[in-house]
């Protein structure tokens, strides 16, 4: 398959465990956040995403929190499963822009059956 | 089936030839993008249109060109000029007007001959 990111920060899980992956970012006129999965030969799938105005947002399985004071953004899987295994990326976008996203660099998913 | 669709899957280059990638969606999205994607980088963007016959350069344009004839297509041409394209190449569209997730195709890998 597409290799989409050596040397990334990894996370290693076991199944039924909860998980929490982290993205710092960089710029604070920044009010628009996803959240991505990339699956190995894939294009990047779409989460779930978060405004500014808001510090939680729940989906099925996943929870984004947002804190705006030291710029975090984190990505909370609930009971992650083999089929979660996947690089997750963050994007903001930039600057408060309509169209352009800034992305981070990825950490790599194991979960381990 | 919807979405954004990426052809070839997998596209070889000689050197000095010029080739064309495909991208095509059936979403109703007025905005397309076009990103770079190297291992252990972020998504860089190189090219998006907010509209048909408009476009603006993203932040490594230098060496491709697209055209927005359609609303529906979005080709990118990576021209010579470009002295290192071998990398994943994805697409993207989202609606316009306040924030919107970008939904991406499977991406073209590029590779020199």
């Known amino acids: 398959g597409e290799s989409v990111g050596l040397h990334l920060p990894t996370l290693s899980v076991q199944e039924g465990d909860n998980s929490i992956i982290n993205c710092a970012y960089s710029?604070?006129?920044?009010?628009?956040f996803i959240w991505y999965k990339q699956e190995s030969g894939k294009g990047p799938q779409f989460i779930i995403d978060i405004r500014s105005n808001m510090d939680k947002r729940q989906g099925q399985r996943v929870t984004v929190l947002l804190n705006k004071t030291v710029k975090h953004l984190s990505l909370q899987i609930a009971a992650t499963q083999p089929g979660d295994s996947a690089v997750y990326f963050c994007?903001?976008?930039?600057?408060?822009?309509?169209?352009?996203?800034?992305f981070g660099k990825g950490t790599l998913l194991t979960v381990n059956p | 089936d919807g979405g954004i669709t990426q052809s070839p899957k997998y596209l070889f280059r000689k050197e000095g030839q010029n080739v064309t990638l495909s991208c095509e969606q059936n979403l109703n999205h007025d905005a397309m993008y076009w990103y770079r994607q190297d291992p252990g980088q972020g998504l860089r963007l190189i090219y998006y249109?907010?509209?048909?016959?408009?476009?603006q350069k993203g932040d490594i344009a230098e060496g491709y060109s697209v055209s927005r004839e359609k609303k529906e297509s979005f080709p990118l041409t990576v021209t010579s000029a470009q002295k290192n394209p071998t990398a994943f190449y994805l697409c993207a569209g989202s609606g316009t007007g306040g924030h919107q997730p970008q939904h991406f195709g499977d991406g073209t890998r590029l590779s020199i001959l």
């Open positions: 994007a903001e976008n930039s600057g408060g822009s309509n169209y352009k996203l800034t």
């Open positions: 249109s907010q509209i048909v016959n408009d476009f």
């Open positions: 710029n604070s006129a920044s009010d628009y």
